[in-house]
């Protein structure tokens, strides 16, 4: 066993892992474009961009940079009336990006408090209008995170059962099939015309944690536009599906109706230092000024607004105006659509699906199904020795690699995971 494993199990604790199942962990000692290398100079493609944050490939010189040039300027700073100039310019470039209305970032340090920023926001903006509205409206399958607010708005199964009691009441629509949608948009109204609900959060257009599932744009726009009527805010949770991932710089830039709230994280900083940002409207920021302090937003991070966090948004965000970045999204988008249709020959492939750079199909089986199926491991340790960094959700098996991948890589991947489905065959 590596020294790194062997020290790894003296004193660390994974996430998302059952210590007692989850075999030894891979020690990674050196990273460089889409390529991960052990510490024995293995290599292997990383091909769910580590947990879909690394957009442009890892080490990559012009974020570097600007780690570096930051550093010897201004490490860190409170953030708490304080400003800085990679924090104002952030805020400048992204707002100018969103559609008009969106204008006002708060600054945290991952998707979760991203959302539990913007849940917050939603009741204290209810709270300072003197409305009572204690409810949020999710979709079932939902993830915002892993805090207790982000959780209360989640799916509620079996990675949250401890926690369950300790949840704020969210309603749940069911995930939008396109035969339910029309049922589920009346469902929608009837509830928010209540005018119990404080918001409506969503992943636009793809679900990711529960296992990368597609909807309509006409339902969503559909439903924000209810949800409009009644006055009920409305939060896209973007924190997987911006920076490209789905084809388009976010996702609700396919769809007609906006958000009130949204939420980044994840591709923001390109997969290199955390940050979660929560960006609104005037309208909800408005309502938060007052004489008395405790009207205002008291919440905040040691971290926030971390200043080589920003540089690094900052230096991720020149890379998304250059063309080259959209060629490589375009060009993924393209080898997802042919490698499809080639895995669509395997008979155990069901549900196949691409949307912008991700490819996601399930492997037909009669092991469980869902995110505790037995396939999961499988197809880990099998793409693992075959060298491509996989993290299936259940028996979902879904890719979504840094921009850069070659396609020599790519068709690696690809070949991998056919491989695997094959054996599962025999
Ligand atoms: C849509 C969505 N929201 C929020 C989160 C939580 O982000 P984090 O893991 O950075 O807390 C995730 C993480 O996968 C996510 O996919």
């Keep these: 066993m590596s020294e790194w494993v062997e020290r790894d199990r003296i004193n660390v604790w994974h996430p998302f892992s059952q210590h007692a199942t989850a075999g030894d962990p891979l020690p990674v000692v050196r990273a460089e474009g889409t390529l991960l290398y052990d510490d024995q100079g293995k290599s292997y493609i990383d091909a769910n961009s580590s947990w879909w944050v690394n957009v442009h490939g890892h080490g990559h010189p012009a ?20 400003t800085h100039p990679q924090a104002i310019e952030l805020a400048e470039r992204l707002t100018a990006k969103l559609p008009e209305h969106l204008t006002k970032v708060f600054f945290s340090d991952n998707g979760s408090t991203a959302a539990e920023v913007a849940l917050k926001m939603c009741f204290q903006y209810w709270y300072n209008k003197d409305e009572e509205r204690p409810l949020v409206m999710t979709l079932e399958g939902a993830y915002h995170g892993d805090t207790f607010g982000a959780m209360s708005v989640g799916e509620r199964d079996r990675f949250n059962k401890p926690f369950e ?21 009346t469902k929608a109204e009837e509830r928010f015309a209540s005018g119990q609900f404080a918001a409506l959060i969503v992943e636009p257009i793809i679900q990711g944690a529960s296992g990368m599932r597609i909807y309509s744009v006409s339902f969503l726009d559909a439903l924000v536009k209810i949800a409009r009527k009644y006055d009920v805010l409305v939060i896209f949770d973007e924190v997987m599906t911006g920076f490209g991932r ?9 769809c007609a109706e906006k958000p009130d709230l949204i939420l980044l994280s994840k ?5 290199v230092l955390p940050m979660g940002l929560t960006i609104t409207t005037n309208a909800i920021f408005n309502t938060f000024l007052s004489e008395k302090t405790e009207r205002g937003f008291l919440h905040g991070h040691s971290y926030t607004g971390n200043p080589l966090a920003c540089a690094v948004a ?6 998304f105006e250059d063309q080259i970045t959209w060629d490589r999204i375009k060009q993924l988008k393209h080898w997802n659509t042919e490698a499809s249709e ?3 020959k395997i008979p155990n492939v ?3 699906r691409v949307c912008g750079t991700i490819l996601a199909f399930e492997v037909n089986t009669s092991d469980r199904v869902g995110y505790f199926s037995g396939i999961r491991n499988e197809a880990y340790r099998f793409a693992l020795k075959n060298g491509v960094l996989l993290r299936p959700l259940g028996n979902t098996i879904f890719i979504n690699p840094p921009y850069c991948i070659t396609k020599e890589e790519y068709d690696h991947v690809i070949k991998v ?3 695997f489905l094959q054996s599962l065959l025999k």
Excluded: C, W
Excluded at 172 to 185: G, H, R, S, V
Excluded at 267 to 271: E, I, K, S, Y
Excluded at 314 to 319: E, T
């Design 63 to 82: 974020i570097g940079k600007a780690i570096r040039k930051q550093f010897d300027q201004l490490d860190h700073v409170i953030f708490a009336n304080v």
């Design 165 to 185: 009691p300790y949840f704020f009441e969210a309603e749940y629509l069911e995930f939008p099939t396109i035969e339910k949608e029309k049922a589920l948009l």
């Design 246 to 254: 789905t084809g388009t710089l976010f996702a609700m830039d396919q």
């Design 267 to 271: 591709g923001l900083t390109a997969g």
């Design 314 to 319: 900052n230096a991720s965000l020149d890379l």
């Design 342 to 344: 080639q895995l669509e």
């Design 350 to 352: 069901v549900n196949l």
């Design 417 to 419: 995971i056919s491989a």
